[in-house]
């Protein structure tokens, strides 16, 4: 079946440093690919996705592009910011209906 | 305009007990899914309706059921609750039954608890 796998948490790191979440993913056909972010207290919120192989989804400063040859969707910020520091989560969905199909989530906590 | 809605946020069972959470829609949107987040896990989808009709299912027991209302709102419901089912259960909405990329608005979700 699909599932995806990113990397282990909690990421620390310094105000303005830049920022890699690794998600690679095992899905049939070509699925669509999503980031979302949960903040504390809040809601998933959808940060970006891509539909297609070599899409670049981005959004806020992140980005992260579509790799079908090696079946990853990274996440990267230039420089991230204290208001950053959240649960990201990398996602993909593909089928006949709207499962989504979630990691186990990256925690990020940016220090000033 | 008012975002995905879910009733109760907290809530607090027996095992062997029966649950019943509560989802509205964003305005204008026909399809419902819902997800199981145990704590520091990701979501794991357990059912999508559209119009009413079940969509999709997730590797659930048959404990957990759901269904759609004329309205678009939708009930989860819970049998005969064990302790693993303790979780934040969330509900997400999207304008129509699409698949592969079409956006999901996730609602703020009802921690349950089962003692």
């Known amino acids: 079946g699909d599932s995806v796998t990113q990397m282990e948490g909690p990421v620390t790191l310094s105000e303005e440093a830049f920022l890699t979440i690794n998600c690679t993913y095992t899905?049939?056909?070509?699925?669509?690919l999503f980031w979302y972010v949960q903040y504390p207290g809040e809601g998933l919120q959808l940060l970006l996705k891509?539909?297609?192989?070599?899409d670049k989804g981005s959004n806020k400063g992140f980005e992260a592009t579509y790799r079908k040859e090696t079946t990853s969707f990274h996440l990267e910020k230039g420089s991230v910011q204290v208001s950053d520091s959240a649960v990201y989560f990398c996602?993909?969905?593909?089928?006949?209906?709207?499962?989504?199909?979630f990691g186990t989530g990256t925690k990020l906590q940016v220090i000033p | 305009d008012a975002g995905v809605t879910q009733s109760p946020t907290h809530l607090i069972k027996t095992r062997g007990q029966q649950v019943t959470l509560r989802c509205s829609p964003i305005?204008?949107?026909?399809?419902v899914s819902w997800y199981q987040q145990v704590l520091g896990q990701g979501p794991q989808f357990i059912f999508q309706?559209?119009?009413?009709?079940?969509?999709g299912r997730g590797n659930f027991p048959d404990r957990f059921s759901a269904r759609q209302f004329p309205n678009y709102s939708s009930e989860l419901n819970v049998n005969a609750l064990l302790l693993g089912d303790s979780a934040l259960y969330l509900c997400?909405?999207?304008?129509?039954?699409?698949?592969?990329?079409?956006?999901?608005?996730f609602g703020p979700g009802t921690r349950l608890t089962v003692t």
């Open positions: 899905a049939t056909g070509y699925p669509s």
């Open positions: 305005s204008g949107h026909k399809s």
């Open positions: 996602a993909l969905s593909g089928g006949g209906y709207q499962k989504v199909t």
């Open positions: 997400a909405s999207s304008m129509g039954p699409g698949t592969g990329g079409v956006e999901q608005y």
């Open positions: 891509a539909t297609k192989a070599d």
């Open positions: 309706y559209y119009e009413k009709e079940e969509r």
